[in-house]
């Protein structure tokens, strides 16, 4: 009896270790995501692309990035490049060192430099292994492949550009805007379509702005704080321009991801005093932070989606 219990409590003691370091192995090969460590990781799932620019870095994303790529143990935040959204693409590649290299690169995307970007080599084969080595199911790859690499390419070629316009700069990051709401007399105003322009009734005549950066810029420290107003989304000519208030305590609210962020500036129009003739304005931040070069968000060539984001309609 004593023995037969003595083989029971041995085979308790087995299982509790083997549990114990099942436990502990898969703590060990769970990978942080190094993503995280340097840039927010802003989800752009919730923002919905369609009929974008294939040689954008949006088009990129939802054409290549996403559906081929971002699969389970491979770009999916497990290791860079991660390409589980368009802002992680993103800063994920764009002068970055890369890990595979045939001793001649310097990163993975080169703006305006294509041959010298190791993305494209580690694509066409040049760099093994081949990317991509697995593919998610729902992937056009094999059948489109010539096409997505020469738009992998064309967007190196134009400079690379970020989602609103700007061309990557290899010392610093550009600030990048998170979110944009409006109010009036303390109630929301909402936009078209979710992500569209703020519609603001005729009767209303003050709204105040809110506006949340990339935190990793510092913009409680920006030394230029400027907001214009144009009729025009692609040749902006200036209508209006105001100084925006840097907030003594920053507003936590959703922002254009879908996600918690701090919106920092401020800006109120009264739309009288404004002689604003059009229904339709978009906004343009104008910003500096420290030395760098002043930053305009969105540029001329920014996506659309992010114009009619940084719009507002005066409606009947």
Known sequence: MITKMNKFISLVVMLGLIFIIQSCYKEVVSHPNPFDEN?????????EFEEIDPNSIAGLYLNIFAPTCANSGCHDGTFEPDFRSVESSYYSMVYKKPVKNNGTLTFRVDPR??????????LDGSIQPEMP????????????????IQNVRTWIENGALDLSGNAPNLDYLNPSILGVMAFSNGE??????TYGAIQIPSEVRNIEIY?????????????????????????????????????????????????????????EINLDSMLLSEDHYYMRVRVQQGTNPVAEIPTNSGLQYIKEYMSFTISD
Do not use: C
């Open 133 to 148: 080595i697995e593919i998610e199911p729902d992937s056009d790859w094999w059948e489109k492949s010539d096409q997505y």
């Open 188 to 193: 929301p105003l909402p936009r078209k379509d």
């Open 39 to 47: 840039i927010n990781n802003q989800d752009t799932v919730k923002f």
């Open 211 to 267: 506006i949340g950066f990339d935190p990793i810029n510092m913009p409680e420290n920006f030394t230029i704080n400027e907001i214009m107003l144009s009729a025009f989304h692609t040749d902006f000519k200036v209508d209006t321009t105001l100084v925006m208030e840097i907030m003594d305590a920053s507003v936590p609210e959703y922002g254009l991801y879908g996600e918690l962020i701090d919106f920092t500036h401020k800006v």
């Open 113 to 122: 430099n294509p041959d010298q970007s190791a993305i494209l080599k580690r």
